[in-house]
């Protein structure tokens, strides 16, 4: 495992199962990265207040690449070392579609996210907040029309699209997708991630091992959707899941066993030498 200074994992689809939980198979195999010298690092769509119990149950404190690579932060610290937000207009471009044709969408910034009402994903960490201590609490706010007025005062990173069919998906790709501030991905097979001009999880990766003087070569990557190609792409070691995304898998070098297998485990015991 010398070979390697990073092991760069997505969340959804790939380290957490379909119950959205971590195997005590891949947490054990991470950990044992982890002592052979190894930093273990998360890439994903979300923002780091809502991977708060995953970052701990992982024992990290490095760096973390959120929103799709909108934003790198030092867990440790708090510091931030990278971060583009949506330009205000495009902001109101996207919000002004979603109330008008009733989309459902979170709105990630640094500290907050926002819903609007009878948004399922909204609605289970509404859930989830019932059940958390205060620390491990969510910070999410329900919301109206009325956010509009604030867009001006909100740092956005990512707003993320809540579908009900893939078709809706790739409707709402191609409609975005033609403004040039806008970088528009599908996460799952019914969200659609919009992001800043140029945010992907590989522009960050590139930037942090910049930053931090560690090749790219020497970096794992573990991913399953289309917002994980770029990254799976300019790492040495790049692998899908078997639930994988056709696109994802042909990027990859390998593709080892589901989420739902522990497939981070078997690729650490049985393909990474």
Known sequence: MNDYKWCVCDMDGTLLNSEKEISQEDKKALKKLQNDGVEVMIASGRVDTLLKLYIKELSLNGYIICCNGGLIKNIRTGKILYSKIINKDDVRRVLTQCFRDNLSFLVYTVDQVYSNEGNRIGEKYRRLNKTFDKDSKIPINFVDDKLMDSIDGMGVLKILLVCDERAE?????????????????????????????????????????????????????????????????????????????????SAAKYVTKSCDDSGIAYAINNIIK
């Open 169 to 249: 998906v790739i409707e709402l790709e191609r409609n975005f997708s033609k403004y040039n501030g806008l970088t528009v991905v599908s996460s799952g097979e019914t969200l659609v991630d919009i992001m800043a001009s140029n945010i992907s999880k590989g522009n960050a990766l590139e930037i942090l091992s910049k930053k931090l003087n560690v090749s790219l070569s020497r970096v794992i990557a573990f991913g399953d959707n289309y917002n994980d190609i770029d990254m799976l792409k300019i790492v040495g070691m790049p692998i899908a899941m078997e639930n994988a995304v056709e696109d994802a898998r």
